[in-house]
């Protein structure tokens, strides 16, 4: 039994007209008739109800049709999966971050990995804010970024990989280092050090302090993380970070735990949305979002074990 075979019987039962079938398949009707009666001779039984006006399926020539379609479908796919294996052989593959992601997400051994699976993707990799990022997605610069987000601008798809709740860091000798159930009232007069606010975190704080009706100071803006823990650690103001990013700093930092409701800093893959909204990827960004995708649900198998 041939695909051919298949698709001329496929084509058969569809048109009902032998005729029509031969058009659509781009063979003359003879070649059809002798295609369909070797395949029924194979199954020895009859796929077709023949008379002068018109054809019908028999009894196994309706079950038969399910499997043929299915086995047709079964085999485009694998057609298309090592197309896709083939297109990986060569390529680019242009990925932003922020600054901050490596608590969350294992970006070079993600990147080992990927290499290891397609050597022949060239691979970029680029830093900077949100507002910078979803720029650089919308300009065509970059396939994909990886970037704190509250809401979704327009014309971008996300998909959430990672939530983790903000705590407060301070200086190891602030009077709130260490206590839990802290409300935001309590840095009312605090001076902070915080990112630009076209950073993702920024943006997540200032809203959170607007809903609970407390205004704060920002004394420091800082565009990267190590500049933000350092000033914290010299005693110059407060910040807001990822629940992750406190913990490994808690021998130099103190860790002041927030009274509900908790902000959460949500982590998520963005790209340019299709035509209904959602994310639509192939080749090599395909193929890294899989990645990704994979290595989250390990490791929240692991934190869950």
Sequence with gaps: MELRQLQHFVAVAEEMHFTRAARRVNIVQSALSTSIRSLEDELAAKLFMRNTRQVQLTAAGRVFLDKARLAIEAVREARDAVAAVQGLARGRLAIGTVQSLPAFVDL?????????LYPGIEVRLCQGNADHLIDKIR?????????????????????????????????????????S?????????????DFEQAWGTRQLVDTGFRHA?????????????????ELVSRG??????????????????????LAEPQMCWELAVATLAGSSDEIILDGAPKAFMDLLITAKSVDEEAEAA
């Design 236 to 257: 110059l103001g407060v910040a807001l970070v990822p629940e992750a990013i406190a913990e490994a700093e808690a021998e130099t930092l103190g860790v002041v735990r």
């Design 139 to 179: 300009s065509g610069a970059i396939d994909l970024a990886i970037v704190p987000l509250i809401e979704a601008p327009r014309g971008i798809a996300t998909r959430m990989i990672a939530c983790e709740y903000l705590v407060a860091i301070s200086a190891k000798d602030h009077p709130l280092a260490g206590r």
């Design 181 to 193: 159930d802290v409300p935001l009232s309590a840095f009312r007069d605090e001076p902070f050090v």
């Design 213 to 229: 009706g407390v205004e704060r100071r920002v004394a420091f803006e800082v565009n990267d993380l190590g500049t933000l823990i």
């Design 108 to 116: 070079p051994a993600l990147l080992a990995s990927f290499h290891e």
